[in-house]
């Protein structure tokens, strides 16, 4: 069977449209990811092992905040358009506060009475090869290439993929802080990702990824989600960015202002140099006019000729008048 897309979406849609199991279902669950927009609320469900995104259409019917408890009723609906699944919210029930942001909220306050968010170490003045432990798909790293490139071309980056979210992402995260830990072929580590959801950004709220960050030994910069996201590592890092092109202004330094610099110096050890030579000549020139205007005298090798007797056939030697000086050789 062969179908076009808006053939498939319309089938899916239909598909859950008959499905009565889907409807005036009772859902419990933590909130995060509130977005008000127009009479609408978005926001999503979780518990600790799924995500539903959420939409509810009279935003005066849920006024939800993140990290609330509570049980909602509605129906499943599928956006055939986009090909996304909502779950259409009809009612909403706050029930407490969640157990997810209560665990996070206990976790900063535990590493923030260890100390781990005191230490800030400033990044290096002089950046050869930077370190990057993301997603080798998407725009981060396309990003950090950019802007390091266009600020100084002579810097390297290197990248240890890792996922970002999902089940392997704090694993790998972890590996690629401690690999370049343990090696020093880089001067600074950037932890990035981009926007996405609270659950999208979850792994960096774990203490396994926070504890990576803190205990290796070169600065780290963080740059994950948007501008507005803050996560724990945020915290634990030496150096947080807004975004990952942010990141990568703040650890390359521009190669350009580095060569007006060296410009600017040069031109003023240039003046320093011809001023000192031009008094040094105004001096010397000042120096042969206190003497009268016959005066002569004879030298050899640096030294005053006060008889002939000092003279022998072949000696160089220099008169100097009143008015400059010549040299000559002793003829026998």
Same mark, same amino acid.
């Given at each position: 069977m $062969? ?13 859950? *449209? ?6 005036n279902? +009772? +859902?419990?669950g933590?909130?995060?990811?509130v977005a008000? /927009?127009g ?10 092992d799924?995500?539903?995104? =959420?939409v509810?259409?009279e #935003? ?6 993140d ?6 009723r509605g129906s499943?609906?599928y956006?055939q358009?986009?090909?996304k699944?909502?779950?259409n919210v009809? #009612? ?7 157990? +997810?942001?209560?665990?996070l909220?206990? +976790?900063?306050?535990k ?10 170490r400033?990044l290096p003045?002089?950046?050869k %090869?930077?370190?990057v432990?993301?997603?080798r798909?998407?725009a981060?790293?396309?990003d950090?290439?950019t802007?390091?490139?266009? /600020?100084?071309p002579?810097?390297d980056?290197?990248?240890?993929? #890792?996922?970002?979210?999902? $089940? ?5 995260l ?7 830990s343990?090696?020093s ?7 990035? %990702?981009?926007?996405g959801s609270?659950e999208?950004l979850s792994v960096?709220?774990?203490e396994?990824?926070?504890r990576?960050v #803190?205990?290796? /030994?070169l600065p780290?910069v963080t740059a ?6 803050v996560t724990?590592v945020d915290y634990v890092?030496d150096? %947080?960015?807004?975004?990952?092109s942010?990141?990568?202004e703040?650890v390359?330094?521009e190669?350009?202002s580095r !060569?007006?610099q @060296? %410009?600017?110096l040069?031109?003023?050890l240039r003046?320093v ?6 008094a040094?000549r105004n001096s010397a ?5 206190i003497?009268p205007?016959d005066?002569?005298?004879v030298?050899?090798?640096? !030294? @005053?000729v006060?008889s002939a007797?000092?003279l022998h ?6 008169? =100097?008048f009143?008015d400059g /000086?010549?040299?000559v050789?002793?003829d *026998?």
């Amino acid at each position: 069977m $062969e179908l076009s897309v808006t053939q498939l979406n319309n089938y899916i849609k239909s598909v859950f *449209g008959a499905e009565e199991m889907l409807h005036n279902v +009772l +859902l419990t669950g933590e909130v995060t990811g509130v977005a008000v /927009r127009g009479n609408g609320v978005w926001f999503t469900m979780r518990d600790r092992d799924a995500a539903v995104p =959420c939409v509810c259409w009279e #935003a005066a019917r849920c006024p939800v905040k993140d990290g609330e408890q509570v049980t909602v009723r509605g129906s499943v609906d599928y956006w055939q358009k986009a090909g996304k699944l909502n779950f259409n919210v009809h #009612a909403l029930v706050k029930t407490g506060a969640g157990d +997810l942001l209560a665990e996070l909220k206990a +976790l900063t306050e535990k590493l923030k009475a260890e100390g781990l968010f005191d230490r800030k170490r400033a990044l290096p003045s002089k950046v050869k %090869r930077i370190g990057v432990v993301s997603s080798r798909y998407g725009a981060v790293i396309h990003d950090i290439m950019t802007v390091t490139k266009r /600020r100084n071309p002579t810097v390297d980056i290197v990248l240890y993929p #890792a996922a970002v979210q999902g $089940e392997n992402a704090a694993r790998e995260l972890v590996a690629g802080l401690d690999y370049f830990s343990n090696q020093s072929t880089v001067d600074v580590v950037i932890l990035a %990702r981009g926007g996405g959801s609270s659950e999208d950004l979850s792994v960096f709220n774990t203490e396994s990824v926070a504890r990576a960050v #803190a205990s290796c /030994r070169l600065p780290v910069v963080t740059a994950v989600g948007h501008e507005t996201d803050v996560t724990l590592v945020d915290y634990v890092a030496d150096v %947080r960015a807004a975004t990952p092109s942010a990141a990568a202004e703040l650890v390359v330094p521009e190669l350009v202002s580095r !060569q007006d610099q @060296v %410009r600017q110096l040069w031109s003023r050890l240039r003046y320093v140099i011809t001023s000192r030579l031009t008094a040094v000549r105004n001096s010397a020139q000042n120096f042969l006019h206190i003497f009268p205007k016959d005066f002569v005298a004879v030298a050899k090798n640096g !030294q @005053v000729v006060k008889s002939a007797k000092q003279l022998h056939a072949k000696d160089k030697l220099q008169i =100097c008048f009143s008015d400059g /000086r010549i040299g000559v050789t002793v003829d *026998g």
